[in-house]
């Protein structure tokens, strides 16, 4: 089994930045990927950012090129999103969640095989 916690989530005014972190526990972390997804009231889940094992391969939804990043830090057990000049549609709730079954990070959420409680974000306008 696989623990993730996630923090960070807040309200912000638009054009503000936020940074979430994930940490997990309960088996070494580098043997997974790992994905950032995110769901707004009446949506459904969709893909921010995915990141490989070591943190070579990167992947960003359109909707947030140039704005977010992803990273991690497998010595800490975390992996971090960055977000920047936030906008109002960027509100829901974030998802951090850790796959083992593909060699590449998926954008697809049923990839993944765990998943942390979620933090929620706002930007106000």
């Known amino acids: 089994q696989v623990q993730l916690v996630e923090s960070g989530g807040g309200l912000v005014q638009t054009g503000e930045s936020l940074r979430l972190s994930c940490v997990a526990s309960?088996?070494?972390?580098?043997?997974?990927?790992m994905g950032w997804f995110r769901q707004a009231p009446g949506k459904e889940r969709e893909f921010v950012a995915g990141?490989?094992?070591?943190?070579?391969?990167?992947y960003l939804s359109d909707s947030v090129k140039g704005r977010f990043s992803i990273s991690r830090d497998n010595a800490k057990n975390t992996t971090y999103l960055q977000m920047n000049t936030l906008k109002p549609e960027d509100t829901a709730v974030y998802y951090c969640a850790a796959g083992f079954r593909l060699g590449l990070p998926s954008r697809s959420p049923r990839d993944y095989d765990y998943w942390g409680q979620g933090t929620l974000v706002t930007a106000s306008s």
């Open positions: 309960g088996r070494p972390f580098e043997n997974y990927y």
């Open positions: 990141i490989s094992r070591r943190g070579g391969q990167i």
